[in-house]
């Protein structure tokens, strides 16, 4: 009998819809062509239980239910095209373009079960498509992680907002932190993003070179020009090549000159958030 192989709860649904299909009699849909603009991106997927439920989201539902009819009713791996240019004349998508589904009655559960291994294991996965698929694999990456170091009412909000968007987040405060010193047992790997939120600059340096020695895919610090170029200035003197240091970004957020702590976690996250996406595109 296989095992039971669970995601966190702060995993995308993507990744949800891969873990549900290890599971004996789930279907998995798989976007492998997309014609006009979509919602979703190449690769997205949705996996079809037994009783008809779904796990993922492809649209606002009228979708999801044409996919799950035509599982039910398939025997072996076929692309179906869906809206703009289908068969079915009875079927159109709201956007008005067209998208080729792979459908999967029986997708390898082995394979989808070391995919999800490595996922929980933060690494890199990938899912092969089986024949008549035009897109031969399907990359998956571990889901975004915050690490925030801070202090005060930006902390928290910063905190609530990813908690809210359900982001894992690790946050250190000054109490959980000593001057002068790296953090301790802080995980920090190519899809983490790094953030720093002090009024008191002095706490910055050791945190900041323990964030520039990781894979971190974003770096970014709270502060005006005046910290900026005393943060520059510290780094120099602490031996961080000006090239290493210019993976900082400060201010951070695409919002100029927040005004309050809300403004400032919206701002912040968003640009993280952007950077993410990009990765999700570019692997």
Same mark, same amino acid.
């Given at each position: 009998?296989?095992?039971?192989?669970?995601?966190?709860?702060?995993? !995308?649904? %993507?990744?949800?819809?891969?873990?549900?299909?290890?599971?004996?009699?789930?279907?998995? /849909?798989?976007?492998?062509?997309?014609?006009?603009? +979509?919602?979703?991106?190449? &690769?997205?997927?949705?996996?079809?239980?037994? !009783?008809?439920?779904?796990?993922?989201?492809?649209?606002?539902?009228?979708?999801?239910?044409? *996919?799950?009819?035509?599982?039910?009713?398939?025997?072996?791996?076929?692309?179906?095209?869906?809206?703009?240019?289908?068969?079915?004349?009875? +079927?159109?998508?709201?956007?008005?373009?067209?998208?080729?589904? $792979?459908?999967?009655?029986?997708?390898?559960?082995?394979?989808?079960?070391? /995919?999800?291994?490595?996922?929980?294991?933060?690494?890199?996965?990938?899912? !092969?498509?089986? +024949?008549?698929?035009?897109? #031969?694999?399907?990359?998956?990456?571990?889901?975004?992680? $915050?690490?925030? +170091?801070?202090?005060?009412?930006?902390?928290?909000? =910063? /905190?609530?907002?990813?908690?809210?968007? &359900?982001? %894992?987040?690790?946050?250190?405060?000054?109490?959980?932190?000593?001057?002068?010193?790296?953090?301790?047992?802080?995980?920090?790997? @190519?899809?983490?993003?790094?953030?720093?939120? =002090?009024?008191?600059?002095?706490?910055?340096?050791?945190?900041?070179?323990?964030?520039?020695?990781?894979?971190? #895919?974003?770096?970014? @610090?709270?502060?005006?020009?005046?910290?900026?170029?005393?943060?520059?200035?510290?780094?120099?003197?602490?031996? *961080?090549?000006?090239?290493?240091?210019?993976? *900082?970004?400060?201010?951070?957020?695409?919002?100029?000159?927040?005004?309050?702590?809300?403004?400032?976690? $919206?701002?912040?996250?968003? %640009?993280?958030?952007?950077?993410?996406?990009? $990765?999700?595109?570019?692997?």
């Amino acid at each position: 009998m296989l095992d039971k192989l669970t995601l966190p709860a702060v995993q !995308d649904e %993507e990744h949800q819809a891969l873990a549900a299909a290890c599971e004996p009699g789930v279907g998995l /849909a798989t976007i492998v062509g997309i014609e006009g603009s +979509f919602s979703r991106r190449l &690769g997205s997927q949705l996996a079809v239980r037994p !009783d008809g439920s779904t796990v993922g989201s492809l649209s606002d539902g009228c979708l999801e239910a044409q *996919i799950a009819s035509d599982i039910a009713s398939a025997r072996d791996a076929r692309v179906i095209r869906y809206g703009h240019g289908s068969s079915t004349i009875d +079927f159109r998508l709201p956007c008005g373009g067209g998208l080729d589904i $792979l459908l999967q009655p029986h997708p390898d559960r082995l394979a989808c079960r070391q /995919a999800v291994r490595k996922l929980n294991a933060r690494k890199k996965a990938s899912l !092969d498509l089986p +024949f008549p698929s035009p897109l #031969f694999a399907r990359t998956y990456l571990p889901s975004l992680r $915050l690490v925030a +170091f801070g202090e005060g009412a930006e902390l928290e909000m =910063f /905190a609530t907002v990813a908690r809210a968007m &359900g982001l %894992e987040i690790d946050t250190r405060s000054k109490q959980d932190l000593s001057l002068g010193r790296a953090a301790r047992q802080c995980e920090i790997d @190519a899809w983490t993003a790094v953030v720093l939120l =002090f009024h008191d600059h002095e706490w910055e340096i050791p945190l900041l070179e323990q964030a520039l020695a990781s894979e971190a #895919f974003y770096i970014g @610090a709270q502060g005006g020009e005046k910290a900026v170029i005393a943060r520059s200035l510290a780094l120099t003197a602490a031996g *961080i090549p000006e090239e290493t240091s210019a993976r *900082i970004t400060s201010p951070l957020g695409i919002i100029p000159a927040c005004k309050s702590p809300r403004a400032l976690a $919206l701002s912040a996250i968003s %640009e993280v958030v952007a950077n993410y996406e990009n $990765l999700l595109v570019t692997s």
